[in-house]
């Protein structure tokens, strides 16, 4: 089976800087793939060189089997992928939550009455149905993060790129978060700092270190409690 998402030998630049060295890395139909390593280390970059928003300056990305070169190529498959961002602020932007949920529908070419419809089921499946008037930028963290993921599910994308997605969650969202994250069938490529998130959520991890990614197991280890965390393969020098 072919993969949905694939990098081939990408390099990233940006200002001088190599950011991706060389990465290849592909995502199967079904799959839920984490990227882990420190901070700066090329893992957001990694996420927008897969949707176009940034430029491989080697190597080529391919979507759906098809490879990608310029914002043409990158835009027509676009609606099938859901990207988290790290920062919920920029994505919410339009003035109340019904209204931001249901624009990705809107783009789609969905009546307003069917975008809205299909906003209010997501809002409802995620438990936050009472949302709907309230202002976007008014919400609190994890109540903007659901918000931003239920824009992402009314799209009814085939994959979905999460950056942080537990970022600044309290515990009560978080529960709806991974609850609806379980349930979406597609494929998934998740960015965490969360162990505890990758163990419960990835079907494999890679680590990203100095641009270069590699593969890295998932263990699950017992001490006064169990938690679990992704081990990377160092590759000798």
Do not use: W, Y
Request: proline share 5%.
């Amino acid at each position: 089976m072919s993969a949905l998402l694939a990098l081939e030998n990408v390099t990233v630049v940006r200002d001088g800087a190599t950011l991706l060295r060389q990465v290849d890395l592909s995502l199967a139909a079904g799959e839920r793939l984490a990227i882990v390593g420190p901070n700066g280390a090329g893992k957001t970059t990694l996420l927008r060189t897969l949707i176009g928003l940034e430029r491989a300056a080697a190597g080529r990305v391919r979507l759906f089997g098809t490879p990608c070169h310029g914002e043409r190529d990158f835009r027509a498959f676009r609606p099938r992928i859901g990207f988290l961002f790290q920062d919920s602020d920029d994505q919410l932007f339009c003035p109340s939550v019904i209204e931001d949920v249901a624009f990705g529908p809107l783009n789609l070419g969905l009546s307003q009455a069917e975008a809205f419809r299909r906003a209010e089921e997501v809002l409802a499946m995620l438990g936050i149905a009472a949302l709907a008037p309230r202002i976007s930028h008014r919400l609190s963290g994890g109540e903007k993060r659901l918000v931003c993921l239920a824009g992402l599910l009314a799209m009814k994308p085939d994959v979905l790129l999460l950056d942080e997605p537990t970022n600044g969650v309290d515990t009560e969202n978080g529960r709806r978060l991974r609850a609806a994250l379980h349930a979406f069938p597609g494929a998934m490529l998740l960015v965490s700092h969360d162990d505890g998130f990758i163990a419960e959520l990835a079907t494999r991890a890679m680590a990203i270190h100095d641009g270069h990614l590699s593969p890295a197991e998932i263990h699950t280890h017992p001490h006064s409690h169990t938690h679990s965390h992704p081990h990377i393969h160092q590759s000798e020098a």
